[in-house]
Nanobody, 126 residues
């Protein structure tokens, strides 16, 4: 099993920035690929970003590309999501994910991911 614990959420004004963190523990050999999903109130879960073990490969949804940056520190078993130029539509619970059961072209399918964190809430005020 892998435990994922998110932190860094909060309230921010539109145009501002936040940095989310996700610390992994347990069977960390299952954390080669990690990432983030989000779910806004009344909406379906949405893929945000993912990153390979080396960090050489990153994947983003079109809605965050150019504004969000995913990174990782393997020595600390932690990934990060730097969110800039936040807009009201970014308001959501953000979930850390790990261990996809398929290739990258399916990363946007929430059913692919084996491990989920409890989520951290991000609220962007306009």
């Amino acid at each position: 099993q892998v435990q994922l614990v998110e932190s860094g959420g909060g309230l921010v004004q539109a145009g501002g920035s936040l940095r989310l963190s996700c610390a992994a523990s347990g069977r960390t050999r299952s954390t080669n690929v990690m990432g983030w999903f989000r779910q806004a109130p009344g909406k379906e879960r949405e893929f945000v970003a993912a990153i390979s073990w080396s960090g050489a490969s990153t994947y983003y949804s079109d809605s965050v590309k150019g504004r969000f940056t995913i990174s990782r520190d393997n020595a600390k078993n932690t990934i990060f999501l730097q969110m800039n130029s936040l807009i009201a539509e970014d308001t959501a619970a953000y979930y850390c994910i790990a261990d996809p059961a398929g290739p990258s072209q399916y990363y946007s399918d929430y059913r692919l991911w084996n491990f989920w964190g409890q989520g951290t809430r991000v609220t962007v005020s306009s």
